[in-house]
């Protein structure tokens, strides 16, 4: 089954390589969509893709690469639109 999932990801999670660790993982699972910084420090992304797969990346998310520091994760599960041919960072 497809599925969307939109993450804010808090903590100490810019700087870490938290968006290159996760586009990394996304592409090897498939699935697509992209991450991004926010101005505040936390993490925003977007994922798409088979439940499966996108539910390894979502818990990758939860935890980080080594040095990050997630502190809380705000997901919400939308309709999945299909609109992504691949995941990006986004700047």
Known sequence: MKMRAHMVIQGRVQGVFFRWE??????NEGVTGW???LPDGNVEAV???EQVQVDRVV????KGPLGARV?????TYEKFLGEFSDFRIKL
């Not at 996760?22 to 592409?27: C, G, I, V």
């Not at 818990?59 to 939860?62: K, L, S, T, Y």
């Not at 502190?71 to 997901?75: P, Y």
Request: hydrophobic fraction near 30%; aromatic fraction near 10%.
């Open 22 to 27: 996760t586009r990394r993982r996304a592409q």
């Open 59 to 62: 818990d990758f998310c939860r």
């Open 47 to 49: 994922f798409e893709g």
């Open 71 to 75: 502190q809380s994760v705000q997901v």
């Open 35 to 37: 991450i991004r910084n």
